[in-house]
């Protein structure tokens, strides 16, 4: 099962991509997770990375078609997989397509998280991820066992640097330009299902598992 998450900055598809590979065993594969382990560990990656995502812009797609269409051919991948920030631009959709044709596979599902401009705002300030494994959860709406630690690993939780109102307004004029002709793009190839993401968590994740499960 290939699954891609759509959605705004903070629409929920980190904790939905989370769930569904738990619930599916397939790997969950978040772009944006994998830059900020490349920050962290100061690789070349990670430092031209930051540049960008600091200030709410994507990361140009040659730094991140060739590292999505690597990773999706590993071993673990064999069997599906659910991809959480990407693709984000058409030329990494179209980059994403031509990798899969060419081994004769497609993405089945692509799931648009819906949430309104202004509810993002909103959950933004009260995120915590962890540096780790990338877990998310919301100091009121997810919150940990434990203040400041993560629950799956015990990793540190931290707030994001993008996470500040001004750059998250700047990710969501980048999202409406960028990402969302992929809404269309997706409708046109029959694949996209929408779910309404101000619903709370479990019951956004009970209407994604009836899609993948019609
Ligand atoms: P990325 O890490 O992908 O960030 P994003 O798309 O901005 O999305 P977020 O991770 O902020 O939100 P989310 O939808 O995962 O929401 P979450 O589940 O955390 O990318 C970061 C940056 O990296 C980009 O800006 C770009 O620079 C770069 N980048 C990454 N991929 C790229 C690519 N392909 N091309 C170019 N550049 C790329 O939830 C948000 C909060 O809300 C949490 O606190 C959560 O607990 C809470 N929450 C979730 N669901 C609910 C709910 N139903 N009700 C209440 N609260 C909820
Ligand atoms: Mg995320
Ligand atoms: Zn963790």
Same mark, same amino acid.
């Given at each position: 099962?290939?699954?891609?998450?759509?959605?705004?900055?903070?629409?929920?598809?980190?904790?939905?991509?989370?769930?569904?590979?738990?619930?599916?065993?397939?790997?969950?594969?978040?772009?944006?997770?994998? %830059?900020?382990?490349?920050?962290?560990?100061?690789?070349?990656?990670?430092?031209?990375?930051?540049?960008?995502?600091?200030?709410?812009?994507?990361?140009?797609?040659?730094?991140?078609?060739?590292?999505?269409?690597?990773?999706?051919?590993?071993?673990?991948?064999?069997?599906?997989?659910?991809?959480?920030?990407?693709?984000?631009?058409?030329? =990494?959709?179209?980059?994403?397509?031509?990798?899969?044709?060419?081994?004769?596979?497609?993405?089945?599902?692509?799931?648009?998280?819906?949430?309104?401009?202004?509810?993002?705002?909103?959950?933004?300030?009260?995120?915590?991820?962890?540096?780790?494994?990338?877990? #998310?959860?919301?100091?009121? %709406?997810?919150?940990?066992?434990?203040? /400041?630690?993560?629950?799956?690993? /015990?990793?540190?939780?931290?707030?994001?640097?993008?996470?500040?109102?001004? #750059?998250?307004?700047?990710?969501?004029?980048?999202?409406?330009?960028?990402?969302?002709?992929?809404?269309?793009?997706?409708?046109?190839?029959?694949?996209?299902?929408?779910?309404?993401? #101000? =619903?709370?968590?479990?019951?956004? %994740?009970?209407?994604?598992?009836?899609?993948?499960?019609?």
């Amino acid at each position: 099962m290939k699954i891609i998450m759509l959605g705004a900055p903070g629409a929920g598809k980190g904790t939905q991509a989370k769930r569904i590979a738990e619930k599916y065993s397939i790997p969950h594969i978040s772009t944006g997770d994998i %830059f900020r382990a490349n920050i962290k560990e100061g690789t070349d990656l990670g430092k031209k990375a930051k540049e960008y995502m600091d200030k709410g812009a994507l990361v140009p797609d040659e730094l991140v078609c060739d590292l999505v269409v690597d990773r999706i051919s590993q071993a673990d991948a064999k069997n599906g997989y659910v991809l959480d920030g990407f693709p984000r631009t058409i030329p =990494q959709a179209e980059a994403l397509d031509a990798a899969l044709t060419k081994i004769g596979e497609k993405v089945d599902f692509a799931i648009d998280v819906d949430v309104p401009d202004d509810n993002i705002i909103n959950r933004m300030s009260g995120r915590r991820a962890c540096v780790a494994c990338g877990g #998310t959860y919301h100091v009121v %709406f997810n919150p940990t066992k434990v203040e /400041g630690v993560c629950d799956a690993c /015990g990793g540190q939780l931290i707030l994001r640097d993008d996470d500040q109102p001004e #750059t998250v307004k700047n990710r969501l004029k980048v999202y409406h330009e960028q990402t969302q002709p992929l809404i269309d793009y997706y409708t046109k190839k029959n694949i996209l299902k929408s779910v309404d993401g #101000t =619903q709370d968590m479990s019951k956004v %994740f009970d209407s994604i598992v009836a899609i993948l499960e019609v």
